[in-house]
C-alpha cells in the first residue's frame, strides 16, 4: 500500500501531503512562541522595573549570532537550491555548512550561558533572567533538533537520493522551511531580550 | 495501489489477513503499527481503559462525599497507611483523587477515544483513504500519548502521591504542590506532542487523501468534526505547552513566572525573586481548556449526527447550517476562554466582552443540536442500541448547555463560581452527553472493526442502566450547588450549616455513581464477548449506511479498500424518492 500525494501534487489541491504538514506544525510553533511573547508582554507590563536587556546580556555575541543564524538559512536554502539542480555534491557542502554554523550559534550561546552562571545570574535571580534563559532555551532546543534532522539528511538520511530523488528534494525543503522558522523567531527574540 | 488490484478478486478477509501477515510479524501489525484502524483500535481500548480507570478513582472520592470520615469497608485497607489510615480517606489523598479524575478522563479518556480512537478508525475510512497521510507519525503519536499516560499513573507513586492542584493545576497553589505536580506537566508535554502530531495528521489526511469526488460539501458531519477538532488541537495545545514549560520552570529552576512577590505559605515568607502573575496560568490554561471543552464535544455530535442520518434513514436536516455552524463554533472558542475567570477581579468592560462572546457562542451550538432534533421530525426511526445512546445525547447535552448559560453571564457566574452547578453542568455536557454519544460510536462502528455486531439485548440493558444512573449522580448535583456548596470540599459540605439541608443529595449521587458501574459490566462483556460470538455481518454493511467507510469490507484489510473507491453524491442519501432501496450510498455510481 502507498499513500497517494507524498510526492506528487494533489490536483485540486496544488499541494502534496509533507508541504500541508510542514505548515501545520509551524503554525502550532507559531502558537507556543505566541504564547511565550505574550506571557513577556504581561510579567515585564506588571513589573516594577525592568532592567535593560544591553546591561545584562552580551549584544555583540548576539549579534554575531543573528549574522551566523540568518547565513545558516542562506546555506539552507542553497542546499535546497543544489538539490533542485540535481548538484549532489554541492548539496552535501551545503547541508555541512548550515549544521556547522548551527553548532557555531550553539557553542556562543554556550559561552554566553556560562559567562551568567559565572557571575551567578541564574533563571531564578528575576524575571527577567527567567524569560532571557526559557526563551533563549527553547530557542536553542529548536535548532538543536533542526540540526539533528539537517544532519540526518547530511548523512544516513541522504540514501534516499538515489532511490527517490525527488522526495528527499522535498524534504530537505521541509526541513529548510522548520529552519528557517527558528530563524525568524531568533530574530524576535535578539531585540525583545536583548535590545529593549 | 497496485496491492489492491492484486487482490481484488479475492472475496474472503481471511485471503487478506493471510496476505496482510505475510508482510509484518506480530510487533509491527499489532504493537508498533503504522496502520490507522490498529492505532485507533489501540487508543480506543487505552482511553476505554483511562475511562474505567479515572471513574473508578471518583467512586472512590464518593464514598468520601456521602460518608465523610467513615471508613471504606471491604477495600479501605488496600490504599495503605499514608493515604487511607484505618480505612479512612486522608483530604491529601482525595485531593489527589480529584485532581487525576479530572486530568484522566480529560486527557486520557475522552479526547484518546473520542479523537484518537473514532477520529483514527473512522476518519480514513470515510473520506476514502488507504490510511493517515503520515502513518509513522501516527504510530509515534500514540505513543507519546502511552508514555503521557503511563507518567500520569506513575505518579501516584511517588513521594507525597500524584498532582492535588485540580485538574487545573492553579498556581501558585500548583508549584508549592509535590513531585507529583512535576510529573503531571511532564505527562502533559507527552500528552500534547502526542496531540499536535494527531491534529497535523487530521488536517492533511482529511485535505489530502479525499476520494475523487469527495468535496467538502460531500463530507459526512462527522469528517468536518473532526476536520474543525483537529485545528483546536493544534492551535489551542502549545500556549498550555508554553505554560507547562514555565510551570515547570517555577517548580524545577526556581524561576517566578507565576509566583507573585511576598507570598506568604503556612505564615512563612517564600524565598523566591516574585514578579509574577498567578493569573498568566490562568489565562494560558483556559486558552488551551476552553477549545478542549469542545474538543471533547465536537466529535460526539460528529458521532451522533451519522447515527441519527442512518437510523431515522432521512438526510440531515440542515447539513451545510451545520457545517458553517461548527466552523463558526471552532473559531469562536478561541475568544471566550475568560469566563472561566470571572471571580479574578479582572473588571467590567473585559468581562462584558467574554460573556458577550460567551452568548453568541451559544448560537452555533443550538442551531447543530436543533438541527440534530428536527432531523428526527417525520423519520420511521429505528431503536437499536447506536440509536437510543445518539437519541439521550439530545436532551442531556440540551441540559449541560443550557444550565451553561448562567456561568457564562458575569452577574450569575458570580454565586455559582466553583460550586456543584458547575460540576453538574460539564458533567451533562461530557459525561452522558460526550460518553453517551462515544457508546453509541462503539455501538455503530464496532461490526465495521469486527465484523460482528455487539449483543442488543446487552446493549439496551447498558442504556438505560447508564441513562438513569446518569442523571440519578448529576441532576442532585444542581441542587447541592445552588445552595452553594463548593466543589473542592473533602468532606461534601458537611461542616457547613448552609449546607446542611442538601448534605442527603451526596448519598444518592453516590448511589448512582456505584450502581452505574453495574451497568457498565454488560458492556465490557458485550465488548469482548461480541468478537467471537455477535452476529455477523452478511454484507458487511448491517445498518444499510450510505457513507463510504461502508464501501470496504469489514473488516477492512490494510489499505481499507479493495477498489478506490469514488464519491458520486452527498453522504445521507437516504429514502430518495422513485430509488430502489430506501438508502442511495454515497459509493454507488
Known amino acids: 500500500m502507498e499513500i497517494p500525494y507524498t510526492v506528487e501534487l494533489r490536483r485540486d489541491t496544488g499541494l502534496n501531503n509533507g508541504k500541508i504538514g510542514i505548515w501545520l506544525f509551524l503554525a502550532s510553533e507559531v502558537m507556543l512562541f505566541g504564547a511565550l511573547f505574550a ?19 552580551n549584544v555583540p555575541l548576539a549579534t554575531f549570532n543573528t549574522i551566523v543564524l540568518i547565513s545558516s538559512s542562506v546555506t539552507m536554502v542553497m542546499a535546497w537550491a543544489s538539490l533542485m539542480r540535481h548538484r549532489f555534491g554541492t548539496f552535501r557542502i551545503y547541508m555541512g555548512a548550515t549544521i556547522l554554523l548551527g553548532c557555531v550559534f550553539l557553542v556562543v550561546k554556550y559561552f554566553e550561558y556560562s559567562h551568567k552562571f559565572h557571575d551567578h545570574l541564574f533563571p531564578s535571580t528575576n524575571n527577567f533572567l527567567a524569560l532571557y534563559f526559557t526563551l533563549t532555551g527553547l530557542h536553542m532546543l529548536h535548532v538543536f533538533g533542526g540540526m539533528v534532522v539537517n544532519a540526518y539528511f547530511w548523512g544516513p538520511g541522504a540514501k534516499q537520493w538515489k532511490t527517490n530523488p525527488e522526495w528527499f528534494t522535498n524534504r530537505v525543503e521541509y526541513s529548510g522551511l522548520f529552519w528557517h522558522f527558528v530563524d525568524l523567531v531568533w530574530i524576535f527574540l535578539f531585540p525583545t531580550l536583548y535590545l529593549l | 495501489m ?62 468520601q462525599l456521602a460518608y465523610p470520615g467513615a471508613p471504606l469497608p471491604l477495600i479501605g485497607g488496600l490504599f495503605g497507611e499514608a493515604r487511607m489510615p484505618g480505612g479512612m480517606m486522608l483530604p491529601e489523598f482525595y485531593n489527589e483523587l480529584g485532581a487525576m479524575h479530572g486530568t484522566i478522563m480529560v486527557f486520557l479518556g475522552v479526547v484518546p477515544l473520542a479523537v484518537g480512537g473514532f477520529g483514527n478508525f473512522v476518519l480514513p475510512l470515510q473520506i476514502g483513504a488507504p490510511d493517515m497521510a503520515f502513518p509513522r507519525l501516527n504510530m509515534a503519536s500514540y505513543w507519546f500519548f502511552f508514555l503521557g499516560g503511563v507518567t500520569m499513573l506513575l505518579s501516584f ?124 496560568w490562568q489565562h494560558l490554561f483556559w486558552f488551551l481548556a476552553h477549545p478542549e471543552v469542545y474538543v471533547l464535544i465536537l466529535p460526539a455530535m460528529g458521532i451522533v449526527a451519522e447515527i441519527i442520518a442512518n437510523n431515522t434513514r432521512k438526510p440531515l436536516w440542515g447539513y451545510r447550517s451545520m457545517v458553517y455552524s461548527l466552523v463558526f463554533l471552532g473559531f469562536m472558542s478561541f475568544i471566550v476562554w475568560a469566563h472561566h475567570m470571572f471571580m479574578t477581579g479582572m473588571g467590567t468592560a473585559m468581562a462584558a466582552f467574554f460573556q458577550t462572546t460567551t452568548m453568541i457562542i451559544s448560537i452555533p451550538s443550538v442551531v447543530i443540536l436543533t438541527a440534530l432534533i428536527i432531523s428526527l421530525w417525520g423519520g420511521s426511526i429505528r431503536f437499536n442500541t447506536p440509536m437510543l445512546f445518539a437519541t439521550a445525547f439530545l436532551p442531556m447535552f440540551g441540559i449541560g448547555g443550557l444550565t451553561g448559560l448562567p456561568l ?19 458533567h451533562y455536557v461530557v459525561a452522558p452527553g460526550t460518553i453517551f454519544a462515544l457508546f453509541a460510536g462503539i455501538y455503530y462502528w464496532y461490526p465495521k472493526a469486527t465484523g460482528r455486531k455487539m449483543n442488543e439485548t446487552l446493549g439496551t440493558i447498558h442504556f438505560v442502566g447508564s441513562f438513569v444512573c446518569m442523571n440519578v449522580v448529576f441532576m442532585p ?59 455477523k455481518t452478511a454484507d458487511g454493511n448491517p445498518w444499510q449506511a450510505t457513507t463510504i467507510e461502508w464501501a470496504a469490507p469489514s473488516p477492512p484489510p490494510h489499505g481499507n479498500f479493495l477498489v478506490e473507491p469514488q464519491a458520486y453524491r452527498g453522504p445521507y442519501e437516504y429514502s430518495v424518492p422513485g430509488a430502489a432501496k430506501d438508502f442511495v450510498p454515497q459509493f454507488e455510481a
Not at chain 1, 515585564?44 to 536587556?53: I, L, Q
Open chain 2, 2 to 63: 497496485s496491492d489492491h488490484a492484486a487482490v481484488a478478486g479475492h472475496k474472503s478477509h481471511v485471503a487478506h489477513e493471510a496476505h496482510h501477515h505475510e508482510e509484518l510479524g506480530f510487533w509491527r501489525a499489532y504493537v508498533f503499527s503504522t496502520d490507522h484502524k490498529v492505532i485507533g483500535i489501540q487508543y480506543a481500548v487505552t482511553g476505554l481503559l483511562f475511562l474505567l480507570f479515572g471513574f473508578s478513582l471518583m467512586m472512590l472520592m464518593r464514598w
Open chain 2, 157 to 280: 507513586f511517588v513521594p507525597g502521591g500524584a498532582a492535588q492542584s485540580g485538574w487545573t493545576s492553579y498556581a501558585p497553589l500548583s508549584i508549592i504542590a509535590g513531585t507529583g505536580q512535576t510529573m503531571w506537566l511532564i505527562g502533559m508535554i507527552f500528552l500534547i506532542t502526542s496531540s499536535l502530531l494527531g491534529a497535523i495528521n487530521f488536517i492533511t489526511t482529511t485535505i489530502q487523501l479525499r476520494a475523487k469526488g469527495l468535496t467538502f460539501m460531500r463530507f459526512p458531519f462527522f469528517v468536518w468534526a473532526q476536520f474543525v477538532t483537529a485545528f483546536l488541537l493544534l492551535l489551542a495545545f502549545p500556549p498550555l505547552e508554553a505554560a507547562g514549560v514555565m510551570q515547570l520552570m517555577d517548580r524545577v529552576a526556581g524561576t517566578s513566572f507565576f509566583l507573585p512577590s511576598g507570598l506568604v505559605v503556612s505564615g512563612q515568607v517564600l524565598q523566591h525573586a516574585g514578579g509574577g502573575n498567578p493569573l498568566l
Open chain 2, 408 to 426: 457564562g453571564l458575569n452577574v450569575a457566574d458570580i454565586p455559582l463560581h466553583d460550586t456543584y452547578y458547575v460540576i453538574a453542568h460539564f
Open chain 1, 39 to 57: 506571557s513577556y508582554i504581561l510579567i515585564r507590563t506588571g513589573a516594577d522595573s525592568w532592567p535593560r536587556g544591553d546591561t545584562i546580556l
Open chain 2, 477 to 535: 448535583m444542581f441542587l447541592v450547588g445552588l445552595a452553594g456548596v463548593s466543589r473542592r470540599l473533602y468532606d461534601g459540605g458537611a461542616a457547613y450549616d448552609f449546607a446542611q439541608p442538601v448534605l442527603h443529595w451526596n448519598v444518592v449521587s453516590s448511589w448512582g455513581a456505584w450502581i452505574m458501574a453495574l451497568f457498565q459490566i454488560p458492556f465490557i462483556f458485550n465488548f469482548f464477548w461480541s468478537i467471537r460470538h455477535g452476529e
